[in-house]
């Protein structure tokens, strides 16, 4: 079965610093691999997807993501934070060529920003 | 405005007292979800739909109802409430069932049990 590992329950960094999020992630051949954004008492956002190709994704709000299979991870990354990026984010894995339904959610990551 | 609209927002019961949350989209989608979010546990599916008449289990169906009569809505019911049902609940709607496409997300309702 697949599953999706986020290691860091909670993550603080300063407005202006760079931000990793990790994500790693179980399954047996090439998976699908989003990320999501939840900001204070909202639905989840999409942020970016992987399905095939560049390894290197680029999303909204100056997201990107890496896909590296020989680690099984899909790391978020933003160069410089905004106050605004204090969300909890998820990483989710589902089968290629699948639909939405076998998509399965990490635990989620809380970003907190430091003025 | 292409959304998916929960109601009730916020909701407190007592155990036993049937319940009925509803989800609506206006994508025209034919995949709907629900799932429950708690703390240090994510996301949990709890029953999906792939299209009118079409709904199975997800990870945690014990204790909830769905039905899909129209494309466009898919309430969650409670028929008897108990106190660990108390969640934030979300419904999430997406194109169809062969694109693992982008899952669009209601605002959430938040519901306690006691």
């Known amino acids: 079965a697949q599953s999706v590992t986020q290691p860091d329950i909670h993550i603080t960094v300063s407005e202006g610093a760079s931000l990793e999020l990790r994500c790693n992630y179980s399954?047996?051949?090439?998976?699908?691999l989003f990320w999501y954004v939840q900001s204070p008492g909202q639905g989840l956002q999409l942020l970016l997807k992987?399905?095939?190709?560049?390894?290197l994704v680029q999303g909204i709000k100056g997201f990107e993501a890496e896909f590296k299979r020989s680690q099984s991870s899909f790391n978020l990354r933003k160069p410089s934070v905004h106050w605004s990026d204090a969300a909890e984010y998820f990483c989710?894995?589902?089968?290629?060529?699948?639909?939405?339904?076998?998509?399965?959610f990490g635990k989620g990551t809380k970003l907190s920003v430091i003025p | 405005e292409a959304q998916v609209t929960q109601n009730p927002r916020y909701l407190i019961t007592v155990t036993g007292k049937k319940l009925t949350v509803t989800c609506s989209q206006n994508?025209?989608?034919?995949?709907m979800s629900w799932y429950r979010q708690d703390p240090g546990l994510g996301l949990r599916q709890i029953y999906y739909?792939?299209?009118?008449?079409?709904?199975d289990k997800g990870d945690v169906p014990e204790g909830y109802k769905v039905s899909r009569k129209e494309k466009r809505n898919f309430p969650l019911i409670l028929e008897s409430p108990s106190p660990n049902q108390t969640s934030l609940y979300f419904c999430?709607?997406?194109?169809?069932?062969?694109?693992?496409?982008?899952?669009?997300f209601g605002e959430g309702s938040r519901l306690t049990v006691l």
């Open positions: 999430a709607s997406s194109l169809g069932d062969r694109v693992a496409g982008e899952l669009f």
């Open positions: 399954y047996g051949a090439t998976p699908y």
């Open positions: 992987y399905f095939s190709g560049d390894t």
């Open positions: 989710a894995v589902g089968p290629s060529g699948a639909g939405s339904y076998q998509l399965t």
């Open positions: 994508m025209n989608h034919e995949y």
């Open positions: 739909s792939m299209n009118v008449e079409a709904t």
